[in-house]
């Protein structure tokens, strides 16, 4: 009995281990995914009022604590609000919940300050916030006090905000709204990357703005890519407030020496103004809009360079690259036979103009049969010009066997830092080319000459005993010879007969026409059941319709710009139909035109006209397949 006991507690102890590691093993990812999140404008005016929230991902929270306000002037906080979520995927159900602390703060003085870091405790760990920056600038002309009522809003919408709205006919000057270009480099060599940066600058509300660096002479040109929406900001310039936004850059690397310059850039700018003496309730019923988009051309400045060439003299392998770059190498694979392929890669890696420079030169051994390399680009447009790297796949196929060396390859650039020229070198490799199915020799004391003589030269005769033919066992006029040309000939004139009554059929247009009209017919007539039995009235005389007109118009081939009643009555009787089909075809057609805007049931109406227009159809094909 204590035996027993001894073993159910073993037994129970070890599941409730087992069952503590697994209560661990949930709680420490949750544990570590606990974070204090800090939600603040990264810049603000003078005087504003503005709020600060601390974002706690876990309502677990047994303490909180921001350190002092420097700078800043706390009006109201912390107010706690709690939020919580639940979602379902694949069955399985998660939750989870945040906790905010809110402050209300304003500004005093324009400078720039740190948020006060908060400290937080859950589940008996400590967690601290970071503490990011905020800009405050002077009070300008371009400060409404927007951001200071509409405290609910977004960032963003609040910079928006600050703009200030026109009236209509307000005159916008060039220090409403201005583009300023900067040069990240005004001097620099030829090749080397510059970075274009064009800013808007606005002190009204702008909806949209358009504009395209032209084609440039002397320069090679790469946009940089927004990844996403442009973000207005705030920017005290001038003694005003305005809104700023990078709107584009681009890369340029100068191909030309001297002084060189990039031209005035067009924007076309749109400027929301407001129409200020109409009534909103008459905007409201279509008396106008209380909002009107004016055009503003903005000119962006043209920039000058000053590009110095390259210095003299350059390396012979100089591979016009600019920037920094390293190299690696690979070749595979080392040991072969003669006939088969290696592949020398060299990767170079870096910044610069990689998409403008050269690939260099692979000394291969004079046996080997070389091919021009493959390139592979893996780069992106960054502000220092094209980084990443650019692959070179060199396949060379060795002829003969025997050991090659393949010397470093040297990759020449130039470093515009160091204002001076740098070579790199890949590593050095060995070939083992072993003998090849095609008989490769060894190529030892044969200069490329030779080489290339004995591959054009007369082949090495052939060995072993020679095999003859008897004259009967030769195919030239033998049973055979003469079987294969007879079943030619038969298939020969099978395909002149078929071809020959393809093209007498397909001459006659008129008469294919003719015999096809009736099978259209029946299968309009198909397509008119089908909307019948969907009570869709008007497509359904329409089809019939078609049927009627399509079939009179192909049997009698009469061209739809002449179809008419008139036209078909006396084509029916000149090919001696009796009057009383006429009359039905023509009644039919009529019956068709008059349902179509007459009350009545459709269903009844529907199903008569299509047993008159079926009938009437087979009647005539009957009747002018008899008079031929």
């Not at 006060?116 to 760990?125: E, K, L, M, R, Y």
């Not at 504009?211 to 973000?231: A, C, I, S, W, Y």
Request: glycine fraction near 8%.
């Amino acid at each position: 009995m204590k035996t027993n006991n001894r073993v159910i507690n073993k037994t129970t102890s070890k599941v409730r281990s087992w069952m503590f590691l697994l209560f661990l093993s949930y709680m420490m990812p949750v544990m570590a995914q606990v974070n204090v999140r800090v939600q603040a404008p990264s810049e603000v005016i003078e005087g504003d009022r503005f709020r600060i929230s601390y974002i706690v991902n876990t309502s677990e929270v047994e303490s909180f604590k921001v350190d002092k306000f420097e700078g800043l002037v706390e009006l109201y906080g912390p107010s706690q609000s709690t939020s919580s979520s639940f979602s379902m995927v694949n069955g399985k159900t998660t939750s989870s919940s945040t906790v905010t602390f809110t402050y209300t703060v304003t500004t005093e003085k324009a400078g720039t300050y740190h948020v006060p870091a908060a400290t937080i405790v859950s589940n008996g760990n400590t967690y601290k916030s970071a503490s990011p920056e905020i800009t405050v600038l002077p009070g300008g002309s371009a400060h409404n006090g927007a951001a200071t009522q509409g405290q609910g809003q977004g960032h963003q919408a609040q910079q928006a905000d600050r703009m200030r709205t026109q009236n209509v006919g307000d005159r916008i000057t060039g220090k409403d709204i201005f583009i300023a270009v900067t040069a990240s480099k005004k001097r620099v060599y030829e090749q080397e990357a510059v970075l274009l940066t064009y800013k808007l600058y606005t002190l009204v509300n702008v909806s949209e703005l358009q504009g395209k660096m032209p084609e440039l002479d002397g320069f090679h040109v790469q946009e940089l890519n927004r990844q996403r929406q442009p973000e207005l900001k705030m920017e005290h310039y001038n003694g005003k407030n305005y809104g700023t936004v990078v709107w584009s850059q681009y890369v340029v690397f100068p191909q030309q020496t001297g002084t060189l310059t990039i031209p005035e850039i067009k924007y076309e700018a749109t400027v929301i103004q407001q129409n200020r003496s109409l009534d909103p309730f008459e905007a409201f019923f279509g008396g106008g809009s209380m909002m009107q988009e004016v055009r503003k051309t903005v000119m962006a400045p043209a920039v000058t360079l000053q590009v110095d060439a390259l210095p003299t003299p350059k390396p012979a392998n100089f591979s016009g690259a600019v920037g920094k770059f390293s190299v690696t190498s690979s070749l595979t694979p080392q040991q072969l036979k003669a006939n088969d392929a290696t592949t020398f890669r060299l990767t170079v890696s870096g910044t610069g103009n990689m998409k403008l420079m050269k690939a260099p030169e692979v000394a291969w051994p004079k046996d080997f049969e070389r091919y021009d390399p493959k390139t592979e680009e893996k780069t992106k447009i960054g502000a220092n010009g094209s980084s990443g790297s650019v692959i070179y796949d060199y396949i060379a196929v060795p002829r003969h066997q025997g050991k090659y060396d393949i010397p470093p390859v040297e990759f020449c650039y130039f470093d515009p830092d160091a204002r001076d020229y740098k070579t790199i070198r890949s590593e050095g490799y060995t070939v083992d080319v072993e003998k090849g199915k095609g008989g490769g020799t060894s190529s030892q004391g044969l200069s490329k000459e030779d080489i290339e003589l004995l591959n054009s030269d007369i082949r090495f005769i052939k060995t072993g005993a020679p095999t003859f033919q008897t004259g009967k066992s030769a195919f030239y006029n033998s049973t055979r010879f003469w079987l294969i040309h007879v079943l030619a000939l038969c298939v020969f004139l099978v395909f002149a007969f078929v071809f020959r009554r393809y093209a007498v059929a397909s001459a006659d247009l008129v008469g294919r026409r003719g015999r096809k009209a009736s099978k259209a017919a029946t299968k309009r007539l198909k397509l008119a059941r089908k909307l019948m039995a969907d009570n869709n009235a008007t497509a359904f005389y329409e089809e019939t319709m078609k049927a009627l007109w399509g079939y009179v118009g192909d049997k009698l081939n009469i061209p739809v710009s002449e179809l008419s009643k008139e036209n078909v009555r006396e084509k029916l009787v000149a090919r001696q139909l009796p009057e009383e089909t006429i009359g039905q075809f023509t009644q039919t057609l009529d019956d068709c035109e008059f349902a179509r805007f007459a009350p009545g049931d459709p269903a009844a109406t529907m199903d008569k006209i299509y047993a008159s227009a079926e009938e009437v159809i087979n009647k005539m094909e009957n009747e002018l397949r008899k008079k031929g």
